[in-house]
């Protein structure tokens, strides 16, 4: 269900890292997904069968923040623990189903589901509540300015109730990058004040990873 994305793939995220699993090898695969081919290495890579080259429908990796680095020995304690959720950001990657990334349906859809006037945030975001008929239950929509951008910033996020810490995956947003990939990302809501910094980031890390000039291979369903 939409109204549980966030929440669930939270508590999923930090139960998947306790099964461990990673890997420490550089090795690099290329990855065909939809008309777009990328290279990563495998320490970026949180499944096995994942790395290998070849088409694939999705790629699932977990970053450090800020350095934006996979799986070393020497960072292994910030992968293998929950406690540290502000250190880690979780990206997966998909052809796109849609025309518009997050900031792109702000005005047609979002817009329409808000309630209330909105109220000033930190770090310079405006918060929108949505309605309860919405389908995304207790979930917000911060928005801010992004310079040099036709839409504003905006990102989803499900605020952890008082007394409860923010997990490792409570705000997440979309963007479009290369011929027709989906770039998903989720990062821990004590990581906003760095929002637009992890955007560039996440966007930067793809952009320089893509391979051009690559044959494309359809995914075998």
């Known amino acids: 269900m939409v109204t549980s ?26 990855l065909v997904i939809g008309q777009d081919t990328i290279q ?7 499944f096995k069968e994942q790395r290998r ?15 934006m680095t996979g799986y070393s020995a020497t960072n292994r304690a910030r992968f293998d623990t929950v406690s540290q959720p502000a250190s ?14 997050m900031s792109g349906r702000l005005q047609p859809i979002y817009e329409g589901l808000f309630e209330g006037p909105a109220e000033p945030a930190e770090h310079g975001l405006t918060l929108h509540r949505l309605r309860a008929d919405s ?26 109730s008082a007394g409860e810490r923010p997990t490792s995956g409570d705000c997440q947003r979309d963007i479009r990058v290369g011929q027709d990939l989906t770039v998903l990302y989720r990062f821990s809501s004590a990581l906003l004040r760095d929002g637009q910094k992890i955007d560039a980031g996440v966007r930067t890390f793809v952009q320089t990873r893509l391979v051009t000039g690559h044959p494309v291979a359809q995914v075998n369903r």
Do not use: K
């Open 53 to 67: 080259s070849g088409a694939t429908e999705r790629a699932d990796l977990y970053l450090t923040w800020p350095e």
């Open 88 to 101: 880690l950001i979780f990206v997966q990657m998909s052809q796109s189903t849609m025309s518009r990334d």
């Open 40 to 46: 990563l290495s495998a320490n970026t890579l949180r």
């Open 5 to 30: 994305a966030i929440s669930v793939g939270g508590r999923w995220l930090g139960e998947r890292m306790m099964l461990g699993g990673h890997s420490e090898s550089t090795e690099t695969f290329d």
């Open 135 to 160: 389908g995304y239950g207790n979930e917000v929509i911060l928005t801010g300015a992004q310079p040099g951008a036709a839409s504003p910033y905006a990102v989803r996020c499900l605020f952890p």
